[in-house]
């Protein structure tokens, strides 16, 4: 009986599991870019202004695909051609509408 009830609760958490991955990946977008789109990238922390706080710019840009430096990862060059020396992933960057 005891062996049955959690049979039946093993099934049951291995069918919400399933069904939560397919939900999260149905909305998941792989974001591709590509060689010479305008994007944005996400500000870092680091570089901001002591003052800026919460209301500071959350995009920075806007910088050039220069080429794919892995799946889902590009270097970028800024608008004066500099390119920059760390790849960016897909996940940190925007597509910036001219």
Do not use: C
């Amino acid at each position: 009986m005891v062996d049955e009830l959690r049979d039946e609760a093993l099934q049951n958490l291995m069918t919400y599991q399933d069904s939560m991955k397919h939900s999260y990946d149905k909305k998941l977008r792989a974001q591709a870019f590509k060689l010479g789109d305008w994007v944005l990238r996400t500000r870092q922390r680091s570089n901001e202004e002591p003052n800026s706080g919460k209301l500071g710019e959350n995009w920075e840009g806007p910088f050039i695909i220069e080429r794919l430096a892995s799946k889902g990862s590009y270097f970028l060059k800024n608008l004066t051609s500099d390119v920059l020396t760390k790849p960016w992933n897909t996940s940190h960057l925007r597509l910036f509408h001219k």
